[in-house]
């Protein structure tokens, strides 16, 4: 894997040559979680076995190599199979689009299935899809699509290599494949509702292949320890570090806190820091889905909404506490922030996964009554760092890593700034 990390690299530096042949970029979602960094690198090398293209494939992690410190439980993953992020090649290091331009691009989606409007014109390149996610693009006789509702896309992967080329496994890609799929399917615990059937036989299909794989016990302990460490993050950070946004009249941030929404509560500028991230980032509203796991590995779920404009706030709570596919189970907490509606929630199976779907269904309802806004709704934008509640983490600030590129905390923003996005926002609401 190595030398063919190095050599992928080397070929991105060195190319300046228009004519050249180009490359088949497997790209995962932005989120880049350990799933959509798994596949992205493992099936990029598979093609690189297999492909008869003259075209080499390519594995581009989906966000700023800047941004990798934010995603811990991939850097400790990395580590732990010897394989050093420098190898690696991100979406800032690859001109997609001028590859795109020249005809020298193909790509394949892993973890995703849809490009994000942001890349819509991107959009003629992709070649394949392997996903584990709701279907959402439209059926295409140049577009190969697998998708399954398994609990990782690394299984269709492993499944995918297993069938074809099971020699091109070894230790460490292995060990990078198995350890995605125990992290996305909480260490295989059914009451998580994530394992299926396939999960588990590739699971155990890898275990045998390669005895000298960690327990998965411990895999996922040391891997969700690392997913799950904020400590010495700001509020801004773990924002980012595992969020998406939805736009059509409003625009929509969701993001997944690694903490008790208690202790998330109890900070003394929340308010005033969630309005500055609203400021920073255009947007209208916050939904915060916090997730802990109990001893038995059970996860715990809580949701928050956070906005300055009460209609908007009380809109998306209402369609929230109503939601029937599925049924979120909310019971209000109460909370000192006056801007702030808060959750305990009942069903600890509804993952962002589950909840995205109903937000969008809220978008749309709410742009086609014409009641705000032109009526267009946006795709689904990962706006900084992934998806579900096991895919993308928090982290910085851990022994694992030395510093954050967001160290250096939010910027300076003044009442006048405030005041004047408040008054924009609260016009909306007439």
């Given at each position: 894997?190595?030398?063919?990390l190095?050599s992928?690299r080397?070929?991105?530096?060195?190319?300046?040559?228009?004519?050249?042949?180009?490359?088949?970029?497997?790209?995962?979602?932005e989120a880049?979680d350990v799933?959509?960094?798994?596949?992205?690198?493992?099936?990029?090398?598979?093609?690189?076995?297999?492909?008869?293209?003259?075209?080499?494939?390519?594995p581009?992690?989906?966000i700023r190599?800047?941004?990798?410190?934010l995603?811990?439980?991939?850097?400790?993953?990395?580590r732990q199979v010897?394989?050093?992020?420098?190898?690696l090649l991100f979406?800032?290091?690859l001109?997609?689009r001028?590859l795109?331009?020249a005809?020298?691009?193909?790509?394949?989606?892993?973890d995703h299935?849809?490009?994000?409007?942001?890349d819509?014109d991107l959009?003629g390149?992709?070649?394949?899809?392997?996903d584990?996610h709701l279907?959402?693009?439209?059926?295409?006789p140049?577009?190969p699509?697998?998708?399954?509702?398994?609990?990782s896309?690394a299984?269709?992967?492993?499944?995918?290599?297993?069938q074809?080329?099971?020699?091109?496994?070894?230790?460490?890609v292995?060990?990078l494949?198995?350890?995605?799929v125990v992290?996305?399917?909480?260490?295989?615990?059914?009451?998580?509702?994530?394992?299926t059937?396939?999960?588990s036989?590739?699971?155990?299909?890898l275990?045998?292949?390669?005895p000298?794989?960690?327990?998965r016990?411990?895999?996922?302990?040391?891997?969700?320890?690392a997913?799950f460490?904020?400590?010495?993050?700001?509020?801004?950070?773990?924002?980012?570090?595992?969020?998406k946004?939805?736009?059509?009249?409003?625009n929509?941030?969701?993001s997944?806190?690694?903490?008790n929404?208690?202790?998330?509560?109890?900070g003394?500028?929340?308010?005033?820091?969630?309005s500055a991230?609203c400021?920073?980032?255009?947007?209208?509203?916050l939904?915060?889905?916090t997730?802990s796991?109990?001893e038995?590995?059970?996860?715990i779920?809580?949701?928050?909404?956070?906005?300055?404009?009460?209609?908007?706030r009380?809109?998306?709570?209402?369609?929230?506490?109503?939601?029937?596919?599925?049924a979120?189970?909310?019971r209000p907490?109460s909370?000192?922030?006056?801007?702030i509606?808060?959750?305990q929630?009942?069903?600890s199976?509804?993952?962002?996964?589950?909840?995205?779907?109903?937000?969008k269904?809220?978008?749309?309802?709410?742009?086609g009554?014409?009641?705000?806004?032109?009526?267009?709704?946006?795709?689904?934008?990962?706006?900084?760092?992934?998806?579900?509640?096991?895919?993308?983490?928090?982290t910085?600030?851990?022994?694992?890593?030395?510093?954050?590129?967001?160290d250096?905390?939010?910027?300076?923003?003044?009442?006048?700034?405030?005041?004047?996005?408040?008054?924009?926002?609260?016009?909306?609401?007439?």
């Amino acid at each position: 894997m190595e030398e063919f990390l190095s050599s992928c690299r080397r070929a991105a530096q060195v190319d300046q040559d228009p004519a050249g042949s180009g490359f088949h970029v497997v790209l995962g979602n932005e989120a880049c979680d350990v799933d959509s960094m798994v596949c992205a690198l493992t099936y990029a090398y598979f093609l690189s076995k297999t492909a008869q293209s003259q075209m080499l494939a390519l594995p581009l992690l989906n966000i700023r190599q800047a941004d990798l410190v934010l995603r811990s439980d991939n850097v400790y993953l990395l580590r732990q199979v010897g394989l050093s992020p420098d190898l690696l090649l991100f979406r800032d290091q690859l001109d997609l689009r001028a590859l795109q331009k020249a005809g020298r691009l193909r790509l394949t989606l892993v973890d995703h299935n849809v490009l994000p409007s942001s890349d819509s014109d991107l959009e003629g390149a992709v070649v394949e899809v392997i996903d584990h996610h709701l279907l959402e693009r439209e059926p295409s006789p140049f577009c190969p699509v697998t998708v399954e509702t398994v609990g990782s896309c690394a299984t269709l992967v492993t499944e995918r290599i297993i069938q074809k080329t099971p020699e091109i496994l070894d230790q460490q890609v292995a060990q990078l494949l198995y350890a995605a799929v125990v992290l996305d399917c909480v260490n295989m615990a059914p009451s998580a509702g994530k394992v299926t059937v396939k999960d588990s036989e590739l699971a155990l299909a890898l275990e045998s292949r390669f005895p000298a794989l960690p327990p998965r016990g411990a895999l996922f302990h040391n891997l969700n320890n690392a997913k799950f460490d904020v400590t010495g993050l700001n509020t801004e950070q773990m924002l980012l570090k595992d969020m998406k946004s939805v736009s059509g009249s409003l625009n929509l941030a969701i993001s997944v806190l690694y903490i008790n929404l208690q202790d998330f509560l109890q900070g003394v500028e929340l308010e005033a820091e969630l309005s500055a991230f609203c400021l920073k980032f255009g947007f209208d509203l916050l939904l915060l889905m916090t997730i802990s796991f109990t001893e038995s590995s059970e996860p715990i779920r809580e949701l928050a909404v956070f906005s300055h404009s009460t209609t908007c706030r009380e809109e998306v709570s209402l369609y929230l506490e109503q939601a029937r596919n599925p049924a979120l189970k909310l019971r209000p907490i109460s909370t000192l922030y006056p801007h702030i509606t808060a959750y305990q929630q009942g069903n600890s199976l509804a993952s962002r996964k589950k909840l995205l779907p109903i937000v969008k269904d809220f978008l749309k309802e709410r742009d086609g009554d014409g009641r705000l806004g032109d009526g267009r709704l946006g795709d689904l934008v990962a706006a900084a760092v992934e998806e579900e509640e096991c895919r993308v983490p928090p982290t910085p600030m851990n022994s694992l890593v030395e510093g954050c590129p967001l160290d250096g905390g939010l910027p300076r923003i003044s009442a006048h700034d405030l005041e004047e996005k408040f008054s924009k926002m609260a016009d909306s609401d007439l």
